[in-house]
């Protein structure tokens, strides 16, 4: 059994620019939620994929948007990068009407927009 | 909305102790979920322990309690036999609705430091 995987480790990127993070989920967990934790900051909820459409979303604008495979993986996209976009990602995966406690973590990936 | 609050920035504690760290919530759900996770420096967020408003008995994880006390919101982490490895961030979060599924509200955080 696989834990959650997610791709790159860490990336650059301009201001202005887009970008595109994924994430591999555990295995058989057909939830993939995701999260901006900023320096020195708690997570914050983004949105959550269930059988490939979204199904709740944080208070982001529309340029965050995401995507999910019938593998279960999952893409979050981010256009026109901002300064404030600069953050660690983390997805997480679980299945639903186990309240959350079944949901494991990835390592998350590091943007930095310069 | 939910709000969780974590008022310690930094703790200190010596190996082999015990050490509490502090979560007070605000809900007006009868029904809601209190969770602890672990921070590493490598970022990924380990799932600790878990307290059920309707549990009547505190949770226990090997060194990990939960000291709920519900008329007081609060959901305090307690470690004991404090390790070396403990040292990390320590996220206390609660379960929300948000349209047809759940999502997790996050505190600030506390970052442990244990000291040999």
């Known amino acids: 059994e696989t834990g959650v995987t997610q791709s790159p480790t860490h990336l650059i990127k301009t201001r202005g620019q887009q970008v595109t993070l994924r994430c591999s989920s555990q295995s058989g967990h057909n939830t993939v939620s995701w999260y901006q934790q900023a320096l020195g900051q708690g997570p914050q909820f983004i949105f959550q994929y269930y059988r490939e459409e979204e199904n709740g979303r944080g208070n982001f604008p529309p340029r965050f948007s995401g995507l999910q495979f019938p593998n279960y993986s999952s893409e979050l996209n981010v256009n026109a990068l901002e300064l404030d976009d600069s953050a660690l990602y983390l997805c997480a995966s679980s299945l639903p009407g186990q309240g959350f406690t079944e949901q494991y973590f990835g390592p998350g990936t590091r943007l930095t927009v310069t | 909305a939910q709000k969780i609050t974590q008022t310690q920035p930094g703790m200190f504690v010596q190996e082999k102790e015990a050490v509490t760290l502090d979560c007070t919530y605000d809900t007006s759900d009868q029904s809601y979920g209190l969770f602890w996770y672990k921070q590493p420096s490598s970022g990924e967020m380990i799932f600790l322990i878990y307290?059920?408003?309707?549990?009547?008995q505190n949770a226990t994880e090997g060194r990990y309690s939960l000291n709920f006390q519900k008329a007081r919101k609060s959901a305090n982490l307690v470690i004991s036999a404090s390790q070396l490895g403990d040292s990390a961030m320590y996220f206390c979060a609660m379960r929300e609705r948000v349209d047809s599924s759940y999502k997790l509200i996050f505190g600030s955080g506390t970052r442990l430091l244990v000291r040999p």
């Open positions: 307290q059920g408003s309707y549990d009547e």
